[in-house]
C-alpha cells in the first residue's frame, strides 16, 4: 500500500513538474517576444537599442 502511495506521488509530481515547465517556458517565451518587439519599436523610434537589450536581459534574469 504504501509503495503504491509513494508511485501515485511520484508519477503526479512528475506530470505537475512537465507541465509547470512547459507552461514556465511558454510564458518566458512570450515575454521574450514583447521584449524583441520592443526593442524594434525603440529602433524605429530613432533610439538606441540599448533600452530593449537591458530590458530583455531584466526579463531573463528574473526567471
Given at each position: 500500500?504504501?509503495?503504491?502511495?509513494?508511485?501515485?506521488?511520484?508519477?503526479?509530481?512528475?506530470?505537475?513538474?512537465?507541465l509547470f515547465g512547459f507552461c514556465n517556458c511558454y510564458i518566458g517565451g512570450l515575454l521574450m517576444s514583447t521584449s524583441v518587439k520592443e526593442t524594434v519599436d525603440n529602433t524605429r523610434e530613432k533610439k538606441t537599442g540599448q533600452e530593449g537589450?537591458?530590458?530583455?536581459?531584466y526579463v531573463i534574469f528574473m526567471y
Amino acid at each position: 500500500m504504501v509503495p503504491l502511495m509513494m508511485l501515485s506521488e511520484f508519477i503526479w509530481y512528475v506530470v505537475w513538474s512537465c507541465l509547470f515547465g512547459f507552461c514556465n517556458c511558454y510564458i518566458g517565451g512570450l515575454l521574450m517576444s514583447t521584449s524583441v518587439k520592443e526593442t524594434v519599436d525603440n529602433t524605429r523610434e530613432k533610439k538606441t537599442g540599448q533600452e530593449g537589450l537591458q530590458r530583455s536581459s531584466y526579463v531573463i534574469f528574473m526567471y
